[in-house]
């Protein structure tokens, strides 16, 4: 019995790192490609090992473009998402999952509707109002529907807060707590697995926003960091490895994120605050 256990444990330890080792080779390869030479770069048979390690190459990749320029539009618009995203669905989530009006179920149903509206729908649509407020060529249509309460975000936090007992409701009103006291002070302190997950999705997602800053900018210096890259890649011909140097370096802040978040995301989405 005790053989058997310790056999499939080995097995699963042995999908796991194969599975690790086929997610990783990628991330490996081309991080050995954006240290190596042009030369090396395109050698036949591969020389997977640069030699020498071209370090230069992320310097050279900070000269030649506006990274600092791309970095500080893609920080902006991201930092603003989330902050959207956490402050909008977090309301209208505990909004459904907690309080009472007419039609709320109803209500919420249509908002799990608009998942299934495929977002190339909404496009043109969107831009024809931002273009009637002047805001095409600005950074602003690029975070300000996270400030609308996305539907997936509000469906998160909603299944996090009905996860909560209700006992906390009745202790916060004999305190004399009022519904917003209660959401900002009892109910959004449990949800850490649930903001820290909302955090990261968003995070992600705005910073390698490719297709709604390609829509709404033409001008260089709103440029983010997926359409910067993207706009020197016809510069880089013949210097591929720099494109790969500058699309690692975009990856490093998701990667900082993730690290921060790590301890409240690995909880998932089913505490309910009891000790």
């Known amino acids: 019995m005790f053989s058997r256990y310790k056999k499939r444990k080995a097995i699963s330890y042995i999908v796991i790192l194969f599975s690790s080792l086929i997610m990783l080779t990628p991330l490996v390869s081309a991080a050995l490609n954006s240290l190596k030479s042009y030369k090396q770069y395109t050698a036949i048979p ?75 729908v909404m496009i043109i649509p969107q831009f024809m109002i931002f273009n009637q407020m002047g805001l095409v060529d600005t950074l602003v249509p690029l975070w300000i529907l996270e400030w609308l309460a996305q539907p997936f975000g509000v469906f998160l936090m909603r299944q996090a807060f009905l996860s909560i007992p209700k006992e906390y409701d009745e202790a916060a009103k004999l305190d004399g707590c009022n519904p917003f006291q209660t959401f900002w002070k009892v109910y ?67 990667l900082i994120v993730f690290l921060l978040a790590e301890k409240y995301f690995v909880k998932g989405a089913s505490s309910s605050g009891l000790k």
């Open 188 to 254: 959004l302190p449990m949800c850490k697995p649930q903001l820290a997950t909302l955090t990261i999705f968003t995070f992600m997602t705005k910073w390698n926003e490719i297709m709604a800053p390609v829509i709404y900018l033409s001008s260089e210096d709103k440029f983010t960091l997926p359409i910067g890259i993207l706009s020197m890649s016809g510069a880089w011909f013949g210097q591929e490895q720099y494109l790969v140097a500058a699309a690692l370096m975009s990856l490093l802040p998701i």
């Open 46 to 120: 591969v020389e997977w090992i640069p030699n020498p390690f071209q370090w230069q190459n992320y310097i050279e990749v900070w000269k030649m473009t506006s990274m600092d320029t791309y970095a500080w539009n893609s920080l902006i618009v991201t930092v603003l998402s989330v902050a959207g995203a956490l402050l909008s669905c977090s309301m209208v989530a505990y909004a459904f999952a907690r309080l009472d009006f007419p039609f709320k179920n109803s209500l919420f149903v249509m908002v799990l509707g608009t998942l299934m509206i495929p977002p190339v």
